[in-house]
């Protein structure tokens, strides 16, 4: 299987509150190094880099003036003399006013995020734009003809929403992947979402539409973030109605209830018959992560990728979470070799 990756994941690295002291982020560099090194050790395939892409691919998915903030955030935030990470602490929450674009940098961080997750840094552009071209050169892969592809994104992608960072995410990776596969000549795409976070990213961006079938397996967000997004009852709106499947699985989950569920989605996904298929892959349902409830063992993971390749549909794995730094390479790459095992 193919890999794209690039380097310039390494230009960002932030910082965030965890139980209320500033820590480095779980979302560090080492990650796709360590997946990145895997891949390479078994054999998967060829690593090939990202190509270039215009900021108006981003914007088919999110809107322009969020693209245009993210792009000037750390400029406007060094303008007034600030040097540490930018972070958001002011959010527009029910009935203040979310309606009117704030023009000073505190104002706009709060009003472009869900949350305090998402540091923005110097190279925090750079890093996020380089992670979209890859998921968009994974994609262009499979329009050109390829069974599947993994993408090694970092920064993560799927809790970033049209008009909102969160969760470590600035650009929804998969998403701006489904997109393009549409306007790539595809009628229909699927988006399986299996870390275990809700990927309110991509169910909001997609939620009031037919083209693209959103489902995610996660951790109920009655006790697990995002909170606010990921319950059953969430299935979608006027034309997207019946076209949004959420599995909120409770703590401890293990293989057998986490394969039964995945199971339906399939058969969901089987049912809608589309030309492709996007993973939003995070391997933090792994027994041992650090910020996760889920109970997954490595082989597991072979299990997830074989049952993926059963619905024998062009394939785009793009990386998301995963936080136990040493075990996550052979997760992530046991579902692609699980996949190509099981078609
Ligand atoms: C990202 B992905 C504030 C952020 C809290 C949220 C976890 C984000 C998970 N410190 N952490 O879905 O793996
Ligand atoms: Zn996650």
Redesign the pocket.
């Known amino acids: 299987m193919l890999t794209i990756y690039s380097d310039a994941h390494h230009l960002h690295h932030g910082c ?3 139980d209320g002291v500033l820590m480095p982020c779980f ?1 560090q560099p080492g990650r796709a190094d360590t997946i990145l090194a895997r891949v390479r050790a078994t054999g998967l395939g060829p690593v090939a880099a990202p190509g270039e892409y215009d900021s108006v691919r981003y914007a088919r998915v999110h809107s322009p003036r969020y693209v245009r903030f993210l792009e000037r955030a750390w400029d406007e935030w060094t303008a007034i003399g600030r040097s540490h990470d930018a972070l958001p602490l002011i959010w527009p929450v029910r009935d203040l006013r979310g309606d009117i674009e704030p023009e000073f940098i505190d104002g706009k961080l709060g009003f472009y995020a869900m ?3 998402v540091a923005i840094t110097a190279g925090t552009w750079k890093a996020a734009r380089a992670s979209a071209n890859v998921a968009l050169t994974g994609m262009d892969a499979l329009l050109a003809g390829e069974g599947s592809a993994f993408a090694l994104c970092r920064p ?1 992608g ?2 970033a929403a049209a008009e909102y960072m969160g ?3 600035y650009l929804n990776n998969a998403a701006i992947a489904a997109q393009s596969c549409l306007d790539g000549g595809a009628g229909k795409v699927a988006l399986l979402d299996v ?3 809700h990927g309110n990213g991509g169910q909001s961006i997609f939620y009031q539409r037919d083209d693209v079938m959103f489902l995610s397996l996660h951790g109920d967000p009655k006790y697990s ?1 995002p909170y606010f997004s990921g319950h059953r009852d969430e299935t979608g709106a006027g034309a997207g109605l019946g076209f949004n499947h959420n599995y909120p699985l409770p703590h401890g989950t293990g293989w057998p209830a986490y394969g039964e569920a995945l199971d339906h989605a399939c058969g969901q996904i089987a049912a809608y018959a589309p030309d492709a298929l996007v993973v939003s892959l ?1 391997v ?1 349902t792994f027994k041992d992560d650090p ?1 996760s409830q889920f109970r997954l063992e490595s082989e597991d993971f072979l299990r997830l990728g074989a049952r993926i390749a059963k619905l024998d549909l062009p394939t785009l794995f793009v990386m ?3 936080y136990m730094v040493d075990d996550i390479g052979i997760n992530a790459v046991n579902v692609l070799t699980g996949f190509q095992a099981g078609g």
């Open positions: 965030e509150l965890k979302e949350d305090a997750g993560p799927h809790h969760g470590y995410c870390d275990y976070h973030y995070g933090d910020i998301e979470g995963g």
